[in-house]
C-alpha cells in the first residue's frame, strides 16, 4: 500500500540535541502548547505552514521579547 505524504505534526518534532531548553526564549503564545489535551487536540487538527509572503525570515528570540 502507498503511504501518504504528510507534513510532520509539530508536537512530535524532536529537539535538535544542543537545543534543550529552546522553549524559554519564546513567549508563551508562540509555542504549540504540549500539556493541554484539549489545546493540542485542536492544534493537531489545523494546517500549518509557513507564511513567507508577509513573514519571510524566523523571529528570533530578541525579536518576540515582550518584559
Not at 526564549?25 to 508577509?54: D, G, I, T
Request: proline share 13%; charged share 20%; no cysteine.
Amino acid at each position: 500500500m502507498k503511504q501518504k505524504k504528510q507534513f510532520m505534526n509539530p508536537h512530535e518534532v524532536p529537539t535538535i540535541p544542543g537545543t534543550q531548553g529552546w522553549e524559554e526564549m519564546y513567549p508563551y503564545h508562540y509555542l504549540f502548547n504540549k500539556e493541554n489535551p484539549e489545546q493540542r487536540k485542536y492544534e493537531n487538527s489545523r494546517f500549518w505552514f509557513l507564511e513567507s509572503l508577509h513573514n519571510p525570515h524566523p523571529l528570533t528570540p530578541l525579536d518576540v521579547y515582550s518584559p
